[in-house]
């Protein structure tokens, strides 16, 4: 059983840095993907950064290229990625998702809809 366990985020002034942390548990192989989501009031959900466990190719939106970089840890029968955040903008407001699926192109993870996903955690940037 594949789970999906977000940490992290909080309040940030503007310019100011946030790491969000997700553990994913229960895959059988490594040919699957990792991604961060977020969705701000009133807006779409969109896919920022994705991860290829296999070969660590990655995936960024346009919107956090710069700012923002997922890395990975791991541990036995365990990943954990990581997302630094810096540079944060009020327009990074939004709620995070952690999600997973066999997916192992970054780029089209980031684009679709992953079948695993965590219980979300809030971002907020004000001054």
């Not at 960024?60 to 791991?74: A, E, L, M, P, Q």
């Not at 327009?91 to 066999?102: G, I, K, P, R, V």
Request: glycine share 10%; charged share 15%.
């Amino acid at each position: 059983q594949v789970q999906v366990v977000e940490s992290g985020g909080g309040l940030a002034q503007p310019g100011g840095s946030l790491r969000l942390s997700c553990e994913v548990s229960g895959f059988t192989s490594d040919y699957y993907g990792i991604g961060w989501f977020r969705q701000a009031p009133g807006k779409e959900r969109e896919g920022i950064s994705c991860i290829s466990i296999i070969d660590n190719t990655t995936y960024y939106r346009d919107s956090v290229k710069g700012r923002f970089t997922i890395s990975r840890d791991n541990a036995k029968n365990t990943v954990t990625v990581h997302l630094q955040m810096n540079s944060l903008k009020p327009e990074d407001t939004a709620n995070y998702y952690c999600a997973a699926d066999s997916y192992t192109l970054p780029q089209a993870m980031c684009t679709m809809t992953p079948y695993y996903w965590g219980q979300g955690t809030r971002v907020t940037v004000s001054s």
